[in-house]
């Protein structure tokens, strides 16, 4: 059983660019959520996805959307990208928004 | 969600109990306190999660107070893959309603077990 699986792994992009990261999550799991990890912090919670539509957000501007498909996989995409952008990116599914999250491995973005 | 607060680090001997704290003071009575852990540059890793009763898996066991304000997380054989940083983080565990379960994350606390 695959567990949450994200795309790319790494990822270097140039200021100003646009980025766009995959998830799919963990075989049965419906919810998807994004979070950032600046180094040396904890990660913070980007938005949720259930049921094709933005449940929840936390304080990310505009610039961060994502999208969630009929399969459940979800993209989170970054448009005019910043220094501080660079981070991990982490997706979590879960089945429903309340049970148990499982994250996967990340996407490292580097913007120079 | 409640916050909550951990030692910045703490070491262990291999092979020992890790007994990491947690305080929670302003926790609700509808959040749950669940615990993950992070080794370097991965995803968190789900470890346990409780309301009110001990519980235990084969990860892991979680001791919450009678009073729900501080929990312990415990290791019973600590080893070196054990190195980590652990998360506690309280969280809104019930369908409906208006909150959808994010996961709020500390700093957590550094767990080095040492040969």
């Known amino acids: 059983d695959a567990g949450v699986t994200q795309s790319p792994t790494h990822l270097i992009k140039t200021r100003g660019q646009q980025v766009t990261l995959r998830c799919s999550p963990k075989?049965?799991?419906?919810?998807v959520s994004w979070y950032q990890q600046a180094l040396g912090q904890g990660p913070q919670f980007i938005f949720q996805y259930y049921e094709e539509e933005e449940r929840q957000r936390g304080n990310f501007p505009d610039r961060f959307s994502g999208h969630q498909f009929p399969n459940y996989s979800s993209e989170l995409n970054v448009n005019a990208l910043l220094l501080g952008d660079s981070a991990l990116y982490l997706c979590?599914?879960?089945?429903?928004?309340?049970?148990?999250?499982?994250f996967g491995q990340g996407t490292r973005l580097t913007v120079v | 969600d409640a916050k909550t607060t951990q030692p910045t680090s703490m070491d262990c001997a291999e092979g020992r109990a890790a007994n990491l704290p947690c305080n929670h003071s302003?926790?609700?009575?509808?959040?749950?306190v669940y615990w993950y852990r992070q080794i370097h540059s991965q995803g968190p890793q789900y470890i346990i999660h409780?309301?009110?009763n001990n519980e235990t898996n084969e990860m892991a066991s979680l001791i919450i107070t009678e009073d729900r304000k501080s929990s312990t997380l415990i290791l019973p054989h600590a080893t070196l893959r054990d190195t980590a940083v652990y998360y506690c983080?309280?969280?809104?565990?019930?369908?409906?309603?208006?909150?959808?379960?994010?996961?709020?994350f500390g700093q957590g606390t550094i767990l080095t077990v040492h040969p």
């Open positions: 075989s049965g799991h419906d919810t």
């Open positions: 983080i309280v969280r809104v565990l019930l369908a409906g309603g208006t909150s959808y379960g994010k996961l709020t």
């Open positions: 979590a599914s879960s089945l429903g928004y309340h049970r148990v999250a499982f």
């Open positions: 302003t926790i609700s009575g509808n959040e749950y």
């Open positions: 409780g309301l009110k």
